[in-house]
């Protein structure tokens, strides 16, 4: 059932980070780790099984809206999911061929 916004002491922006802002360069992290970030925590924070099930709920659209910052990587084993990471500017793959 809707709720009027006067209800709330507060309604600030929906605002999420962009992938250069939430993710590190040279690193590579799960949706787990990513839906972590998007909550303000550490990638390793202990959660538990409830809470991450709701943030895999943000995660997932988030990565499936940034995917064109993004690269993928398979899973390194058949127990582990994939990795996301940031994708190279052009500008840094023409850097790097000039090397």
Known sequence: MP???SEFDSLPP???YTP??????????????????????EPDAEIEEETEA???D?????????SDDLVVAEPRSDD????????EDEADDADDADA
């Open 80 to 87: 582990e999911p994939g990795y996301y990471g940031l994708k």
């Open 58 to 66: 943000w995660a997932i659209p988030w990565i499936m809206t940034n």
């Open 20 to 41: 250069e802002e939430l993710l590190e360069a040279d690193q590579m992290y799960t949706v787990y780790e990513i839906a972590r970030l998007l909550q303000g925590l």
């Open 54 to 56: 709701i943030l895999l």
């Open 3 to 5: 709720v009027p916004k």
């Open 14 to 16: 929906c605002d999420f």
